[in-house]
């Protein structure tokens, strides 16, 4: 689990085959770690999900606490 509460999983393409089920014809080597807001839409693109200190928030701009 990452620091965002997002799993990192692997990525499959596949095609649907006569009997309609799946062959796989790719597989990514290693997980692909999740983004919780994407970077591409401009209101998300700001927002953070982090749960780790000083942080501890799922789609706050800036941090929740500052340094005391």
Known sequence: ???NHHL???VMIG???PSGTFDVIW???NPIRAEAW???IPDSAKRTADW???WVCGGCIEPKFKEW
Request: no cysteine.
């Open 27 to 29: 597989q990514s080597i």
């Open 38 to 40: 994407s970077r591409y």
């Open 15 to 17: 095609k649907i085959n």
């Open 1 to 3: 689990m990452n620091t």
């Open 52 to 54: 780790t200190f000083p």
């Open 8 to 10: 990192s999983k692997p």
